[in-house]
């Protein structure tokens, strides 16, 4: 059984910025705006700290 990979839609808790991150990061994911930490690697899916808005298809 094969599972996609799927772009999340986020919030930034911290500065309220949107942006797109990629659900199997394999690196630490930073706001582009106030530099917080908004998803981390975990071996399989990100584990998000944000806010999930939308899962983009």
Same mark, same amino acid.
Request: net charge positive; charged share 25%; glycine share 6%.
């Given at each position: ?9 986020? &919030? ?20 582009? /705006? ?16 944000? &806010? /999930? ?5």
């Amino acid at each position: 059984m094969e599972t996609k990979s799927k772009f999340i839609k986020v &919030r930034c808790s911290k500065c309220k910025n949107e942006q797109i991150v990629f659900g199997n990061a394999s690196n630490i994911v930073y706001c582009l /705006v106030c530099n917080d930490k908004i998803a981390y690697p975990t071996g399989g899916k990100s584990k998000v700290s944000a &806010r /999930v808005l939308e899962v983009l298809e």
